[in-house]
């Protein structure tokens, strides 16, 4: 092998922890994600996808943490492999180095699938849950960004002239989120 090894770690938010993907293996290179998997549009993904070259060896722990649907699991493997990089998978020990066989095309279908599946029940069995917290009282939903005084400082700073970027990045929050705030008052 010619190339680097380039490792790439997702996971779903920034308290949570990297460090049993890919452990124990030496890369040249690792592009680390904390974010949703959802989309495919996540920076150090994207990184990786203009860095990796001919020859590289790319390796995640399992399929879910490079894509979360079928269609952009195969869509991936593929343009990478098409690229002259082999793709391994730690967990399902499944290598795609664009002269695949059958057996690993359909393993690679079959698994992703099963992934795209179990995030979907995981999906409707958190939906159920919250409807289910909500019917008793006990759903409160997620914390406000803005405390009541705060959207009075905002409101406060943008008849000011303040800009409403400047605001939302002052108070760590969205321009939509701002916005949201503003409209409810």
Known sequence: MNGQKIGYIR?????????????????DRIFTDKISGKSTDRPQLQEMLRFVRDGD?????????????LIDLRQMVQDLTNRGVRVTFVKENLVFNGDDAAMSVLLLSVMGAVAEFERAILKERQAEGIR????????????????NAQVEEVRQMITAGVPKA????????????????????
């Open 166 to 185: 400047k605001v939302a990045r002052e108070y760590k929050c969205s321009r939509e989120t701002l916005y949201k705030y503003l409209k409810e008052s």
């Open 11 to 27: 996971v779903s938010s920034a308290d949570q922890n990297t460090e049993r993907q890919l452990d124990g293996l030496a890369m």
């Open 57 to 69: 060896h790319l390796f995640v722990h399992s399929m879910d943490r490079l894509a979360r649907n």
């Open 132 to 147: 289910i917290a909500k019917m008793k009282g006990v759903y409160k939903g997620r914390k406000a960004s803005l405390t």
